[in-house]
């Protein structure tokens, strides 16, 4: 995963995508239609990839996730993430935001 990869969980604990109700459905998506343009903008990325994956968490999170490359997007690859960095991040981002 890449630094400052970013998750968008709706309010309410839905284990399937397909089982998320209006409006926490069109939510998610309307998040990250405004978040993703702020993380490019804050990490310098080439694209912000998404995807729905969770096997590890048993409900519905949306991934957003700043990329170079590809292979940026493999789950395997766990990076440790510094508090102080994501904070800056955190920070940065807010910023970019319309």
């Given amino acids: 995963q890449r630094p400052w990869h970013t998750l968008i969980v709706p309010k309410i604990e839905i284990d399937h995508f397909a089982d998320v109700p209006e409006p926490y459905y069109s939510a998610i998506f309307q998040a990250a239609k405004k978040l993703a343009p702020a ?53 940065k981002i807010l910023e970019n935001l319309i």
């Fill in 39 to 91: 993380i490019k903008q804050a990490t310098s990325c080439t694209r912000v990839c998404t995807t729905i994956i969770w096997y590890e968490i048993p409900h519905c999170h949306y991934h957003l996730i700043p990329t170079m490359q590809l292979s940026d997007v493999i789950f395997s690859q766990k990076p440790q993430a510094d508090m102080e960095d994501l904070k800056k991040m955190q920070e």
